[in-house]
């Protein structure tokens, strides 16, 4: 069974960084590209970044373009988000999700997704 | 950036009725549109992918069509456990966009 399990959410000032992990289990990791989507309390979903099985390619949603860095350790199975010069309205529900297929591109989807960390910026 | 719409934003109905919500973009995304189901706290699940094929394990009341700008999730006899909001999702280009969301709930 595919299991993503995030971690690392937490309350954080403004301006200051943390640090997102995905753990993943159940497929061959280094097969799949990644993404991390985000949810804010009480609104729609909205994707942050996604990055391919050799990180090869990545990609930013221009709300955190310059401020976050997705990366992946393929021998630990695991996906990251590092988190800079956070803003209030980066409080949200990640999600860490699977891709269909290694390299992110047109026609791809996310399933399935992890349950979620929460990051709360504030002071 | 492509932007998608979904209407109506919430609706209500009951046990049995046949449900219809319609996704548009900004612009053509041919057949690259997928669609999502969420519960309340739960993560969000994959319903329907490349516009009208239903994703292994979703039942066969749940069907998708469209292509170019407009596209339907339709329900032919909404289920208890159908209660949720759905969401669309273009894959055409980046960044990766969702729809606002369609609040299904019960009449």
């Known amino acids: 069974e595919v299991q993503l399990v995030e971690s690392g959410g937490g309350l954080v000032q403004p301006g200051r960084s943390l640090r997102l992990s995905c753990a993943a289990s159940?497929?061959?990791?280094?097969?799949?590209?990644m993404h991390w989507v985000r949810q804010a309390p009480g609104k729609g979903l909205e994707w942050v970044s996604g990055?391919?099985?050799?990180?090869?390619?990545?990609g930013y949603a221009d709300s955190v373009k310059g401020r976050f860095t997705i990366s992946r350790d393929n021998a630990k199975n695991s996906l990251y988000l590092q988190m800079n010069s956070l803003r209030a309205e980066d409080t949200a529900l990640y999600y860490c999700?699977?891709?269909?297929?290694?390299?992110?591109?047109?026609?791809?989807?996310?399933?399935?997704w992890g349950q979620g960390t929460l990051v709360t910026v504030s002071s | 950036d492509i932007q998608m719409t979904q209407s109506p934003s919430s609706l209500s109905a009951s046990v049995g009725d046949r449900v219809t919500i319609t996704c548009r973009a900004s612009?053509?995304?041919?057949?690259?549109l997928n669609w999502y189901q969420q519960k309340p706290g739960k993560a969000p699940k994959l319903l329907i992918y490349?516009?009208?094929s239903l994703q292994s394990g979703v039942p066969s009341r749940f069907s998708g069509s469209g292509s170019g700008t407009d596209f339907t999730l339709t329900i032919s006899s909404l289920q208890p456990e159908d209660f949720a909001t759905y969401y669309c999702?273009?894959?055409?280009?980046?960044?990766?966009?969702f729809g606002p969301g369609t609040k299904v709930d019960i009449k």
């Open positions: 490349a516009a009208s």
């Open positions: 999702q273009q894959s055409y280009s980046t960044p990766l966009a």
């Open positions: 159940g497929f061959t990791f280094d097969d799949y590209a």
């Open positions: 999700a699977k891709d269909r297929s290694s390299s992110w591109y047109r026609g791809t989807w996310f399933d399935p």
């Open positions: 612009q053509s995304i041919s057949s690259y």
């Open positions: 990055i391919s099985w050799n990180s090869g390619s990545i």
